[in-house]
């Protein structure tokens, strides 16, 4: 295992990583995502929203949470042909991961769940990665997850232990970390990571950061979002963030997780293309595509190509890391 690969992260050496002027801290993590990964491909994945609003978590900055007025229509879980028909659309535009979202508190084994493992089934088929983000899930779900061809499970931190009572009170963090362990067991690839601007000091951002780089295995995926603030969220007024930060985050998980998928997540669409290649120029080599996210609008497909026309970015290929492995392994 490289030096640079570490699970070992103390909060001092994070910290010192963060504060790091931040021109040096760019050209730091450029430098590591230019050892272990290939610069010129960033993934493009597609979020679709399958079940929607009338969650009964109190997540203080989620439009879909059933306690605030934010407009958003509850809509019951989705069809599979419709799922499959997005998933499609979404490919054809050049996804190549999809990700379907429920607002639940957890997952109950009912006949939504059946439902959901048949649209995996059916989103796997395609040749797309296919992931989910749906709450708590026990050890059993997330096998059953598995065994439908389950690529990836979405699951955020969102912040850190110490704030996390602040944003929501209706869940511990230990109930984050258990999911997240019933998916790393279920051998399922891991997306966790979280949101800037929900009030957090530096040192929230920098615990955090420490969590996800010192479980036993990094997370394959990590999405850094930038709080949307929605009217009718008790975060509503929260100041928008600065872009400066978004790149210290990215710049600071890229040197902590070398090999992670560092996804620029919510909050594009305030974004000026200069401060997206700044983003990509620091580490991240993953963007949500298509134009809405869950409930709030994104860049277009169209807007995006254009983008990576000009940086010169292309869209990575759907299961690299395992054509990889198989590869290696043939050759061996
Ligand atoms: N209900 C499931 C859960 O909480 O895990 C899955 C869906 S939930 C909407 C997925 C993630 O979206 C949250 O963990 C949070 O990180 C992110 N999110 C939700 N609302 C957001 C907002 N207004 N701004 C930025 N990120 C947001
Ligand atoms: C993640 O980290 N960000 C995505 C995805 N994982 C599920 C969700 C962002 C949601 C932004 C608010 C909305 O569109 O509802
Ligand atoms: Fe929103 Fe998920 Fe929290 Fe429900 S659990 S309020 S959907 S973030």
């Known amino acids: 295992m490289s030096k640079d690969i570490r699970n070992n992260w103390t909060i001092d050496e994070v910290r010192a990583i963060y504060n790091t002027p931040l021109l040096d801290l760019v050209f730091k993590a450029a430098f590591l995502h230019r050892k272990y990964n290939d610069t010129s491909e960033v993934q493009v994945c597609t979020l679709l929203s399958i079940k929607t609003g009338g969650c009964s978590e ?11 007025n934010t407009g958003v229509d509850v809509q019951a879980l989705m069809q599979k042909d419709e799922v499959l028909q997005y998933a499609q659309k979404a490919k054809d535009a050049g996804s190549t991961r999809f990700c379907m979202g429920a607002a639940w508190r957890e ?27 749906l709450g708590m899930l026990t050890e059993s779900q997330a096998e059953k997850l598995a065994d439908a061809g389950l690529h990836a499970y979405n699951h955020n931190l969102d912040t850190s232990a110490e704030h996390y009572g602040e944003i929501i009170t209706t869940r511990t963090y230990d109930d ?8 790393r067991k279920a051998g399922i690839t891991v997306c966790c990571g979280g949101i800037i601007g929900l009030g957090e000091t530096h040192d929230d951002r920098i615990q955090m950061l420490q969590t ?11 999405p850094v979002n930038a709080l949307v603030a929605i009217k009718g969220t008790p975060l509503e007024n929260n100041q928008k963030i600065e872009n400066w930060d978004m790149v210290r985050m990215i710049a600071t998980a890229r040197i902590l997780m070398p090999k992670t998928m560092v996804r620029l997540s919510a909050g594009r669409t305030e974004m000026s293309l200069a401060e997206q290649a700044l983003c990509f120029m620091a580490g991240a080599n993953s963007i949500f595509a298509g134009d809405k996210l869950l409930t709030t609008p994104n860049p277009s497909f169209d807007e995006d190509n254009a983008m990576f026309d000009l940086l010169g970015l292309q869209p990575r290929k759907a299961f690299k890391e395992e054509k990889e492995y198989l590869r290696e392994m043939v050759e061996v």
């Open 107 to 133: 997952v109950r084994d009912n006949r939504d769940f059946d439902r959901v493992l048949d649209m995996v089934k059916g989103v796997d088929e395609l040749g797309m990665e296919v992931c989910c983000t």
């Open 176 to 183: 984050r970390l258990q999911t997240l362990g019933h998916v």
């Open 58 to 68: 109190d997540c203080a900055y989620c439009p879909q949470a059933a306690r605030y």
């Open 212 to 222: 996800l780089a010192t479980m036993p295995q990094h997370p394959e995926s990590v």
